[in-house]
């Protein structure tokens, strides 16, 4: 098992820079993320939903809309791990060990009334929100991303989803999923939820990578804190870094726990190297 998450490409992925418009790769990695947002519209919001629209609206004319702002948020300047590529390392990781996790959800889970198309669709979407915000000089980015996912669900457009969507909660669970990611930490009565476990995994798999593919992690961070001085750089990541190590836990699902000695190799020696006011692959 851990032979087949070492070796996949996001282990070893060096580049987070997603394509140019010049790139003929590009359209095709869009279409796949495209692909994965219009799969997850369609299960919440539904195909032919036009009663809860605002007039002259269409479900395809807000997805698009929609889609199109997330792929510029995640294209912004100044980003250089928090990019397109972030998702897709994440998707391809759940496409992995979600399958497991949904099959894990026991009747007390405050998953356990939503079928499995809608869990899929409510996990992407708190994918594609999750770092949707982000602002290396700002504490509230997670908070800002819920809050932008809030206007997608219920915002100007009109859109709203199913009222037995609602009923069910699962707008209140994207965010809950996406305020999760601020700090990682897992209260009692979320270890019920196996879904927002491997979510939370998955965003985290980047500790995990090779030595080279985590080094190169490591310098698209310090470029995303350039405004921040490098010897306080230095000293405050190695301080955020100890406390992700002292977590009795870095992965909490089965699958990825079997990749935590690599995570906690990779911290210890990130760590090691900022005490000595080195910066792994500095920019």
Sequence with gaps: MTQQLEGTWMASNTSFEFPSPSDRKRDERLSRLRRRWDDAVTVLLGKNDTESLAPGKSCRAISDKWFQIIVEKYSEPGRAYHT??????IFSYLDIILPAAIAERSEQSSIASINTKEVYAAVSLAVFFHDAVYDAKS?????????LYREFQIGKDGVAYHSK??????GSLIVHYILATKSHFVQLSDREDPVLLAFLDADMSVLAKCHEAYDAYAGCIRYEYQHVPREVYCKKRAEILEGFASKDDLFFGKRMKELEMK?????????ELL?????????
Excluded at 84 to 89: P, Q, R, S, T
Excluded at 139 to 147: F, L, R, Y
């Design 84 to 89: 397109l590529v972030h998702l897709e390392e």
């Design 139 to 147: 504490s509230t980015n997670e908070e800002d991303s819920a809050a």
């Design 165 to 170: 969507m609602e009923l069910k909660n699962i």
């Design 263 to 271: 995570a906690r190799i990779n911290l210890t020696r990130e760590v």
């Design 275 to 283: 005490r000595k006011g080195i910066i792994p692959n500095e920019k």
